[in-house]
């Protein structure tokens, strides 16, 4: 009786001492809004990438949903923080164990008479082990934790997966696209060149002439012949990334030209914290290092635990005939009275280890903050270039078809005719990268706000 009052004096004593360290959490404060006014509130669908209406982009990110090697990974990450929790749990159960046995043996010597001994034994275990100073459920919360931490890095991984297929998509058009330009710009000069070469045998134009001409013809079939290359990479790197082989995938794709422009608002930027996983990755990753240094400020203070074990013996093989019982319970402590600071020591690494977690969530806000008004930044720009890039099409086409008439009687030279013609080869080529530009901007934007990700485990 003197021992438990002596034992729960002992704990009363370190209790008072094993205050939990004070969590360290972000100080960073959000701006208010981004530098290009936005609507107050984001409103993103989750399945976002149908805003462009291609029923093939649809079809490709559901394939890459279900074949995505670093998709497959992420959730075999998820099953190992899930078991990981299942043992960081069963630490509030106590631990049984049994043991059996039974042995036979014969002793010969010398000089005595052969003796035989024979026996067998079972016995049963438990200990429970007192989470008196919070050390298991410290422990639990931070596998809580990392388990949340895999999941929105999976949910991360799958944002940018989207993306990712949305804009290689996208390439693989505008490169298709740039091929078709291509070729129409080499039928253009064909053209032209059957106009330099009429003249020249008219002898109303030099040799150096259709030199010229036949330069710019070749440069336009080997411009065809690099963009036709660029194409075919753009479509292998589509296929590993809904995990199929380059050589074996095909694709019914749409004209760049048919996609849809959608409009995106960004909303306010603390709404940021709430819709992107890899910021909720940071957090629960503070969350974690929190608790272990719980669970490291635990470890300096004593142990307890109840235990008891009851068993059966006999002097027989195979039997428990006349047996002997033992019952048996009893409360352990263990405390390291010295250690040189070891325990100490690790608690500071622990403590030190949030302090870096912490930085890292700001680092990252920071960089969401600063991705976010890049992306509206950009898409604000490209709306604008797509007008303007337009106008500059339409103006160096009528350039060109006043260049070729001018040329072709006699009014101008080869000069303002090739120039006219680069020009507009140039433009068509630009609007159709423009269109690419205009689009990645729109999934950045995307992604960057998180894509609908509502946070939801």
């Not at 939990?20 to 972000?26: A, D, G, K, Q, W």
């Not at 140039?426 to 995307?446: E, G, M, P, V």
Request: aromatic share 8%; hydrophobic share 40%; charged share 20%.
């Amino acid at each position: 009786m003197l021992k438990g009052v002596f034992l729960a004096l002992i704990a009363i004593v370190f209790y008072g001492c094993s205050i939990n360290p004070t969590p360290l959490e972000s100080d960073l404060e959000l701006p208010e809004e981004f530098s290009i006014k936005t609507a107050d509130s984001t409103n993103i669908s989750a399945i976002w990438w149908e805003n462009f209406d291609s029923d093939t982009l649809n079809l490709l990110i559901k394939k890459a949903l279900d074949n995505n090697p670093d998709i497959l990974i992420a959730y075999e990450n998820i099953e190992q923080a899930r078991l990981q929790l299942g043992i960081s749990e069963a630490a509030y159960l106590p631990t049984a164990s049994l043991s059996a046995g039974t042995s036979a043996s014969k002793t010969n010597s010398p000089n005595m008479d052969a003796t035989t001994s024979k026996s067998t034994s079972a016995s049963l275990r438990i200990n429970y082990e007192i989470d008196l100073w919070g050390k298991i459920k410290a422990s639990k919360d931070a596998a809580q934790a990392r388990f949340d931490a895999t999941v929105y890095d999976k949910d991360t991984i799958i944002l940018s997966m989207y993306a990712a297929v949305a804009e290689s998509y996208f390439s693989f058009l505008s490169y298709r696209e740039r091929v078709t330009i291509a070729k129409n710009n080499l039928e253009i000069s064909e053209r032209l060149m059957q106009i330099v070469e009429a003249k020249y045998k008219s002898g109303s134009a030099s040799l150096l002439d259709v030199s010229r001409q036949k330069s710019s013809l070749l440069s336009q079939q080997a411009n065809v012949e690099s963009l036709q290359l660029q194409e075919s990479q753009a479509k292998n790197a589509l296929a590993v990334l809904i995990g199929s082989l380059p050589q074996k995938f095909e694709i019914n794709s749409d004209s760049l030209w048919d996609l849809s422009m959608p409009k995106v608002e960004a909303g306010l930027p603390s709404e940021l914290l709430l819709n992107r996983p890899d910021i909720a990755k940071a957090r629960a990753n503070v969350v974690a290092a929190n608790a272990a240094t719980r669970v490291a400020n635990a470890d300096r203070f004593p142990s307890f635990s109840l235990s008891g074990s009851g068993g059966v013996s006999s002097s027989m093989l195979m039997s428990f005939k006349d047996p002997t019982s033992v019952l048996s319970i009893a409360l352990n402590s263990a405390y390291t009275i010295f250690d040189g600071g070891r325990l100490n020591n690790l608690k500071e690494i622990e403590i030190s280890k949030t302090k870096s977690a912490v930085q890292n969530y700001n680092k990252v806000i920071l960089t969401a903050l600063q991705e976010s008004d890049d992306a509206l930044l950009s898409v604000a720009y490209q709306d604008s270039l797509a007008k303007l890039q337009e106008e500059i099409v339409e103006e160096s086409s009528r350039s060109l078809d006043i260049a070729s008439l001018q040329y072709k009687y006699g009014s101008s030279d080869l000069t303002t005719l090739l120039d006219a013609q680069n020009k507009y080869f140039s433009s068509k080529d630009a609007q159709a990268s423009q269109r690419l530009n205009h689009l990645k901007s729109l999934i950045s934007l995307y992604k960057v706000l998180g894509g609908g990700w509502s946070g939801n485990i």
